[in-house]
């Protein structure tokens, strides 16, 4: 199947506006996960013993790869979307002859490339700070990060769809997206955890997210994660068919 | 060849609002065609219909045969909108908003961007093709958004009001812009408050009211249904007032030494009203007719519900005058 030249043009659109502006896409979660890697990674993490068997600080790059990446995922189609319905300027994609699938997919796509470009920036600062040279599970590593930006950016293009205000985009990534990810098993094995908050966080799926691309980069995992990546990848799937769904019925869109 | 746009009974209804009440209205391919109606009318909704940015609630929408919402991306493809609002990406050059466009429509890199320096040039703007839409005038603003409306290579151009407080040297400039691709085939649909605008570029002239459709005529048609005034300066007052018998005059009116009549074709009924008042044994020194315009018209018809021919021109007489049916 060849990619349409207007869904290459939007994709490309989409891509060169956060690309241009480094200062509010690569530079913060750059200075943010040094200072990250820094305190808990150097100066509180020498205090903490191995955690699965590796160094504290090699176990909580994977998660802060994961926080990074399906943050800017999120933020990205969230902000795009909602921006430009608030200056109505995605008139000029709607009133085109692009397909809503191939809006769904342009959106997302960039999204997702945000969302990874910012995971591997944090893998290489990580890096700077400890040793890992290789990564334990390739394969792994390349998939759950492809498919939880995926899954995140797609969750952002419902967020930039339903938001009314500048606030509403504030709550969704602050009091939802970021509890669900420090809760996700990001700076704890879930072994620490027991009884109701060890079941519990079983139901956060931020908890196979940071656990899949632990175990694609350190080979630590406390969950399978193959059906980890089945689960999540059929998600995505689910996720995305509503975004197609919502924007065919112009759900904040149009009227 | 189907009509560039067509809609049947077309209703939008934003809860008890009924912003367009079976609205059924034909645009022939390669006319330019105006669309006017007071503030509220239903115009932005009818164009907001056929671009897909309102879902309607009944009827049928199509643009060269293409439904509006089955055949959307046949039917979008085939319009260039330049809509009232500033809706346009910050983020980019203008010369990289017009690219995108034209990218969104199906065209290749380097065909857009000839086609994005071409848009520029012709509405004026070549010099400021990597400078930011915000940082344009109004002037230069409106300009640009004929040339995204053109960028595409649309076979249907809908401007509703592309010249909204610009000067008039803009207006007219951009008139010759617009009046030169209906020339070349594309047909146009033009919503504006200038009555001037659509008296001079348009073929045929739809008049909304209420989101319904008042009538549909040539500006010539329209201006010949309204009711000119015919001024009659006498040597002397009348005593009472004259009758003129003519079915086309519609009522006289008296002021002292002057005798007003409202009539259709004013010019025609003169020689008429100038012998019957003489055979009255009045002497009549001087004649003056004021046509209708479009705008009267428009007013006239807003007004009355569609009544143009029947109602009163839309200027009030003096109350002072003594007015009776002839």
């Given at each position: 199947?060849?990619?349409?030249?207007?869904?290459?043009?939007?994709?490309?659109?989409?891509?060169?506006?956060f690309?241009?502006?480094?200062?509010?896409?690569?530079?913060?979660?750059?200075?943010?996960?040094?200072?990250?890697?820094?305190?808990?990674?150097?100066?509180?993490?020498e205090?903490?013993?191995e955690?699965g068997g590796?160094?504290?600080?090699?176990?909580?790059?994977?998660?802060?790869?994961?926080?990074?990446?399906?943050?800017?995922?999120f933020?990205?189609?969230?902000?795009?979307i909602?921006?430009?319905?608030?200056?109505?300027?995605?008139?000029?994609?709607l009133?085109?002859?692009?397909?809503?699938?191939?809006?769904?997919?342009?959106?997302?796509?960039?999204?997702?490339?945000?969302?990874?470009?910012i995971?591997?920036?944090?893998a290489?600062?990580?890096?700077?700070?400890?040793?890992?040279?290789?990564?334990?599970?390739?394969?792994?590593?390349?998939?759950?990060?492809?498919?939880?930006?995926t899954?995140?950016?797609?969750f952002?293009?419902?967020?930039?769809?339903?938001?009314?205000?500048?606030?509403?985009?504030?709550?969704?990534?602050?009091?939802?997206?970021?509890?669900?990810?420090?809760?996700?098993?990001?700076?704890y094995?879930?072994?620490?955890?027991?009884?109701?908050?060890?079941?519990?966080?079983?139901?956060?799926?931020?908890?196979?997210m940071?656990?899949?691309?632990?175990?694609?980069?350190?080979?630590?995992?406390?969950?399978?994660?193959?059906?980890?990546?089945?689960?999540?990848?059929?998600?995505?799937?689910a996720?995305?068919?509503?975004?197609?769904?919502l924007?065919?019925?112009g759900?904040?869109?149009?009227? | 060849?189907?009509?560039?746009?067509?809609?049947?009974?077309?209703v939008?209804?934003?809860?008890?609002?009924?912003?367009?009440?079976?609205?059924?209205?034909s645009?022939?391919?390669?006319?330019?065609?105006?669309l006017?109606?007071?503030?509220?009318?239903?115009?932005?909704t009818?164009?907001?219909?056929?671009v897909?940015?309102?879902?309607?609630?009944?009827?049928?929408?199509?643009?060269?045969?293409?439904?509006?919402?089955?055949?959307?991306?046949?039917?979008?493809?085939?319009?260039?909108?330049?809509?009232?609002?500033?809706?346009?990406?910050?983020?980019f050059?203008?010369?990289?908003?017009?690219?995108?466009k034209?990218g969104?429509?199906g065209?290749?890199?380097?065909?857009?961007?000839?086609?994005?320096?071409d848009?520029?040039?012709?509405?004026?703007l070549?010099?400021?093709?990597?400078?930011?839409?915000?940082?344009?005038?109004?002037?230069?603003?409106?300009?640009?958004?004929?040339?995204?409306?053109?960028?595409?290579?649309p076979?249907?151009l809908?401007?509703?009001?592309?010249?909204?407080?610009?000067?008039?040297?803009?207006?007219?400039?951009?008139?010759?812009?617009?009046?030169g691709?209906?020339?070349?085939?594309?047909?146009?649909?033009?919503?504006?408050?200038?009555i001037?605008?659509?008296?001079?570029?348009?073929?045929?002239?739809?008049?909304?009211?209420?989101?319904?459709?008042?009538t549909?005529?040539?500006?010539?048609?329209?201006?010949?249904?309204?009711?000119?005034?015919?001024?009659?300066?006498?040597?002397?007052?009348?005593?009472?007032?004259?009758?003129?018998?003519?079915?086309?005059?519609?009522?006289?009116?008296?002021?002292?030494?002057?005798?007003?009549l409202?009539?259709?074709?004013?010019?025609?009924?003169?020689?008429?009203?100038?012998?019957?008042?003489?055979?009255?044994?009045?002497?009549?020194?001087?004649?003056d007719?004021?046509?209708?315009?479009?705008?009267?018209?428009?007013?006239?018809?807003?007004?009355?519900?569609?009544?143009?021919?029947?109602?009163?021109?839309?200027?009030?007489?003096?109350?002072?005058a003594?007015?009776?049916?002839?």
């Amino acid at each position: 199947m060849s990619v349409s030249t207007g869904l290459k043009a939007l994709t490309r659109r989409e891509v060169l506006r956060f690309v241009r502006r480094p200062y509010n896409t690569f530079l913060p979660p750059f200075i943010t996960n040094v200072l990250y890697f820094s305190v808990f990674g150097v100066i509180l993490g020498e205090r903490i013993s191995e955690v699965g068997g590796v160094p504290y600080i090699q176990f909580i790059l994977p998660g802060l790869a994961v926080l990074g990446a399906v943050s800017n995922a999120f933020e990205n189609a969230s902000f795009s979307i909602f921006h430009g319905r608030w200056n109505e300027y995605i008139d000029e994609a709607l009133t085109s002859p692009l397909a809503y699938w191939e809006m769904v997919v342009a959106y997302v796509v960039s999204s997702a490339l945000r969302g990874v470009l910012i995971g591997v920036l944090v893998a290489v600062i990580g890096a700077l700070f400890t040793p890992v040279r290789s990564l334990a599970n390739p394969l792994y590593a390349v998939a759950f990060l492809a498919v939880i930006t995926t899954l995140f950016a797609g969750f952002g293009v419902i967020g930039g769809l339903a938001a009314e205000d500048w606030d509403h985009l504030t709550v969704l990534n602050q009091f939802i997206l970021r509890p669900l990810v420090f809760f996700g098993g990001v700076f704890y094995s879930l072994d620490a955890l027991t009884g109701v908050a060890r079941t519990a966080s079983y139901l956060n799926p931020m908890v196979y997210m940071v656990n899949g691309v632990r175990y694609g980069v350190i080979g630590v995992s406390d969950i399978d994660p193959d059906a980890a990546l089945v689960v999540l990848t059929g998600l995505t799937a689910a996720v995305l068919a509503v975004d197609v769904w919502l924007f065919r019925r112009g759900y904040g869109l149009t009227d | 060849m189907p009509p560039a746009i067509h809609t049947d009974d077309l209703v939008k209804e934003y809860g008890d609002v009924r912003a367009l009440d079976g609205l059924s209205l034909s645009v022939p391919e390669g006319s330019f065609f105006g669309l006017l109606g007071p503030n509220g009318a239903g115009k932005t909704t009818f164009i907001e219909t056929l671009v897909g940015l309102v879902r309607k609630t009944s009827g049928t929408a199509e643009v060269f045969g293409h439904d509006v919402e089955d055949d959307y991306r046949e039917a979008r493809d085939a319009i260039g909108l330049a809509p009232q609002e500033f809706n346009v990406d910050r983020f980019f050059p203008i010369r990289e908003v017009l690219m995108h466009k034209a990218g969104y429509h199906g065209v290749p890199d380097e065909e857009a961007a000839e086609r994005a320096a071409d848009a520029l040039e012709t509405v004026g703007l070549g010099g400021k093709a990597e400078t930011r839409f915000d940082w344009l005038s109004g002037g230069m603003k409106r300009r640009f958004m004929l040339a995204r409306a053109m960028v595409t290579d649309p076979d249907l151009l809908i401007l509703d009001e592309p010249t909204a407080g610009v000067d008039v040297e803009l207006r007219h400039d951009l008139w010759d812009v617009i009046s030169g691709l209906n020339d070349d085939g594309t047909t146009v649909l033009l919503t504006t408050h200038y009555i001037e605008e659509a008296e001079r570029l348009c073929d045929e002239v739809a008049i909304i009211d209420s989101g319904r459709k008042v009538t549909v005529a040539t500006p010539d048609d329209l201006t010949e249904r309204g009711t000119d005034e015919v001024t009659l300066t006498l040597e002397a007052a009348p005593a009472a007032v004259p009758a003129v018998d003519d079915e086309r005059v519609d009522g006289v009116a008296v002021d002292g030494r002057t005798v007003t009549l409202r009539a259709s074709s004013g010019s025609e009924v003169v020689p008429v009203a100038v012998r019957q008042l003489e055979a009255a044994g009045h002497r009549v020194l001087d004649v003056d007719v004021a046509r209708t315009s479009l705008e009267d018209v428009f007013v006239d018809v807003t007004r009355t519900g569609g009544e143009a021919t029947d109602g009163s021109r839309g200027r009030h007489d003096d109350e002072e005058a003594q007015e009776v049916a002839p």
